[in-house]
Structures are given as C-alpha cells and as structure tokens.
C-alpha cells in the first residue's frame, strides 16, 4: 500500500523559512515522480513543485522558484521541500503526493497517491 506522510507545517513570520517533510513507503521510489501542491480554501489545488525520483530532477512553480527548494534522501524514502523568503501569499495546506511515472507533471489529476495535508501559515 503507497502511503505518504507529510509533516513540517506551522506558523512562520514573513521572510522565514520551514521545511517540510514527507516520508513514502510501500512503492519502489525511484520510479515514482512526488510532487508537493498546496491549496486554500476555494482555490483549486495548485503544482508547487516536482521531483523525479531516480534522476533527483526538479521543477518549480513560479511562483516558488528561487526561494524552495526540493530535495531528495533515497535511501529513506523521503522528500523534503525547503521554504525560504516565505510570504504570506504562501500560506495555505500543503500535500505531497507520487505519481508512478519518472516525468513530471504539475496536474494533481495525474497523482493517485496522496499524503494528509499540513498547514503553513506565514503572518506576523
């Protein structure tokens, strides 16, 4: 069974930084695409950024690019989704999910395995 869990979110002042976490099991990771989308109530879920697995090649939103960062542990099956320079605009839950693919793709209609969402919260 593909499970994701995400962690990581909380509050963060304007300019700060989180990191946030998402550990996956139950699928070969190397053949999988994860991506991290992020969505605020009566908006639809939106691409933030995406990762292929066996290559570690990244993609960014952007809206995001310069200031997150992607990356990878293999051999732990996790990914991690650096936020730095956050903006209150950033605010909203933010999800990791795979899709079994090694191309990338922003659409969360090509994910079928999702993680719980975990809130980030950029005010002062």
């Known amino acids: 069974e593909v499970q994701l869990q995400a962690s990581g979110g909380g509050l963060v002042q304007p300019g700060g930084s989180l990191r946030l976490s998402c550990a996956a099991s139950?699928?070969?990771?190397?053949?999988?695409?994860i991506g991290w989308f992020r969505q605020t109530p009566g908006k639809e879920r939106e691409g933030v950024s995406c990762?292929?697995?066996?290559?570690?090649?990244?993609y960014y939103a952007d809206s995001v690019k310069g200031r997150f960062t992607f990356s990878s542990d293999n051999a732990k099956s996790t990914v991690f989704l650096q936020m730095d320079s956050l903006k209150p605009e950033d605010t909203a839950v933010y999800y990791c999910?795979?899709?079994?693919?090694?191309?990338?793709?922003?659409?969360?209609?090509?994910?079928?395995?999702w993680g719980q969402g975990t809130l980030v919260t950029v005010s002062s």
């Open positions: 990762l292929t697995s066996r290559d570690g090649r990244t």
């Open positions: 999910a795979a899709r079994p693919a090694t191309v990338i793709s922003y659409d969360p209609r090509q994910y079928p395995n």
């Open positions: 139950g699928f070969d990771f190397d053949d999988y695409a």
